[in-house]
T-cell receptor, first 111, second 114 residues
Framework: QQQVKQSPQSLIVQKGGISIINCAYE??????FPWYQQFPGKGPALLIA?????SEKKEGRFTISFNKSAKQFSLHIMDSQPGDSATYFC??????????FGPGTRLSVLP | EPEVTQTPSHQVTQMGQEVILRCVPI?????FYWYRQILGQKVEFLVS????????KSEIFDDQFSVERPDGSNFTLKIRSTKLEDSAMYFC????????????FGQGTRLTVV
């Protein structure tokens, strides 16, 4: 119940393409869903986050789509750039408790 | 831009030795956390700390682990007797308000136990 599933494990996208990473959860008590971006040798950096009362949130080229009934959420990276190449983690949290992270997606954007 | 800083960046230690990993959270943050990431695997929660006490800990955080805020700025993770399986990246994080909202992570300490 505390798991967050994430797919795909790895993703290769051409420059300018759309990168889509999907996550799913079971526990309906989760109330906060952040996405983290991690470059090699660095800590995870908060990219964008959403709460379940909103179906979509957009910040620049990054959009989270949230489907509460399906218990799924996804990250869309528009106009993907080589600099976006990193590992992306979705996460979920019950208020007052720790984050549960997905296993990560390694994104490679080809020039 | 304020950031969470961790030292050292890499620590090599012999099995059975004690290690202390250090973190300086962002100055106005009230909640502090340690996470770890075994190479190639997901980030796992270890412990959260608020108001000078542990607020939550995971199954990983057994008696070999302890945390401390020895002064107004540092937040430390101690592993008493390291094991080979403790080898991982250890990330400190902090957040200003409600637990785990907008947590900011440090760059990590790579711990290698030999």
């Amino acid at each position: 119940q505390q798991q967050v599933k994430q797919s795909p494990q790895s993703l290769i996208v051409q420059k300018g393409g759309i990168s889509i990473i999907n996550c799913a959860y079971e526990n309906t008590a989760f109330d906060y869903f952040p996405w983290y971006q991690q470059f090699p040798g660095k800590g995870p950096a908060l990219l964008i986050a959403i709460r379940p009362d909103v179906s979509e949130k957009k910040e620049g080229r990054f959009t989270i789509s949230f489907n509460k009934s399906a218990k799924q959420f996804s990250l869309h990276i528009m106009d993907s750039q080589p600099g976006d190449s990193a590992t992306y983690f979705c996460a979920a949290r019950i208020y007052g408790q720790n984050f549960v992270f997905g296993p990560g997606t390694r994104l490679s954007v080809l020039p | 831009e304020p950031e969470v800083t961790q030292t050292p960046s890499h620590q090599v230690t012999q099995m059975g030795q004690e290690v202390i990993l250090r973190c300086v959270p962002i100055s106005n943050h009230l909640y502090f956390y340690w996470y770890r990431q075994i190479l190639g695997q997901k980030v796992e929660f270890l412990v959260s700390f608020y108001n000078n006490e542990i607020s939550e800990k995971s199954e990983i955080f057994d008696d070999q682990f302890s945390v401390e805020r020895p002064d107004g700025s540092n937040f430390t993770l101690k592993i008493r007797s390291t094991k080979l399986e403790d080898s991982a990246m250890y990330f400190c994080a902090s957040s200003v308000k409600a637990p785990n909202t907008e947590a900011f992570f440090g760059q990590g300490t790579r711990l290698t136990v030999v």
